[in-house]
């Protein structure tokens, strides 16, 4: 039977990173395919330009995230990105990036995953082309490569159809996970196993027997 795990997820979202771990431990089952749908968090209006009151907003939620999870924030990110007013939250170019990884035959995960790092601990700038093509890189994608598959995807038609997945299985936000076993859809409460993922990783290994049995 054909067994997808189904992740709705924005790249800057703080509560997708805390679901990291989670998401390296689904990766290790056997026989189970992650796919991403992006549906862009901040994006056309929703965009947010960073700067001290952000950063204020944001903290209380970060700390909440590395108590639950372990998952670090570094001071560069606090103290430097956060409150460079120069600049503005933008989901577009990450989830652009993530899809051209793909198309280019790495893995969109995996650059998800370096990007939250990148943003949340190394607080460095992703919404570079010159990051993003850096991080590419790490998967032996080369900036041509990298620029060429970009321009073969549709960013914009990925975000609509995560938004109508969302619509159908009646969530809302982000992170959400739903296991797709054939015709059968389940959604998966993340917040019970955030900073257990090897809870996580069994509770997935049950559901999957469960209906494979």
């Given at each position: 039977?054909?067994?997808?795990?189904?992740?709705?997820?924005?790249?800057?979202?703080?509560?997708?990173?805390?679901?990291?771990?989670?998401?390296?431990a689904?990766?290790?089952?056997?026989?189970?395919?992650?796919?991403?749908?992006?549906?862009?968090?901040?994006?056309n209006?929703?965009?947010?330009?960073?700067?001290?009151?952000?950063?204020?907003?944001?903290?209380?939620?970060?700390?909440?995230?590395?108590?639950?999870?372990?998952?670090?924030?570094?001071?560069?990110?606090?103290?430097?990105?956060?409150?460079?007013?120069g600049?503005?939250?933008?989901?577009?170019?990450?989830?652009?990036?993530?899809?051209?990884?793909?198309?280019?035959?790495?893995?969109a995960?995996?650059?998800?995953?370096?990007?939250?790092?990148?943003?949340?601990?190394?607080?460095?700038?992703?919404?570079?082309?010159?990051?993003?093509?850096?991080?590419a890189?790490?998967?032996?994608?080369?900036?041509?490569?990298?620029?060429?598959?970009?321009?073969?995807?549709?960013?914009?038609?990925?975000?609509l159809?995560?938004q109508?997945?969302?619509?159908?299985?009646?969530?809302?936000?982000?992170?959400?996970?739903?296991?797709?076993?054939?015709?059968?859809?389940?959604?998966?409460?993340?917040?019970?196993?955030?900073?257990?993922?090897?809870?996580?990783?069994?509770?997935?290994?049950?559901?999957?027997?469960?209906?494979?049995?």
């Amino acid at each position: 039977m054909n067994t997808q795990l189904h992740y709705i997820n924005d790249p800057l979202c703080g509560w997708c990173y805390a679901a990291a771990p989670l998401l390296s431990a689904a990766r290790e089952i056997p026989g189970l395919t992650i796919q991403l749908h992006s549906g862009g968090l901040w994006v056309n209006e929703h965009r947010k330009p960073l700067g001290k009151a952000l950063r204020d907003y944001v903290k209380p939620h970060d700390e909440r995230i590395h108590q639950l999870t372990g998952q670090p924030f570094g001071e560069r990110y606090f103290n430097e990105l956060l409150v460079d007013s120069g600049r503005v939250l933008d989901s577009e170019p990450l989830i652009h990036a993530m899809l051209a990884v793909e198309k280019a035959g790495g893995s969109a995960l995996t650059l998800l995953q370096r990007i939250q790092q990148t943003h949340y601990r190394d607080g460095i700038w992703t919404g570079s082309i010159a990051v993003l093509a850096e991080l590419a890189a790490e998967q032996n994608i080369s900036a041509e490569q990298f620029i060429r598959a970009k321009e073969q995807v549709d960013v914009v038609a990925h975000m609509l159809a995560t938004q109508k997945l969302m619509a159908r299985l009646g969530v809302s936000g982000y992170p959400n996970l739903a296991l797709q076993q054939g015709d059968q859809w389940q959604l998966i409460p993340l917040n019970t196993f955030l900073g257990k993922p090897d809870a996580f990783k069994q509770h997935l290994n049950q559901l999957i027997y469960s209906q494979t049995a």
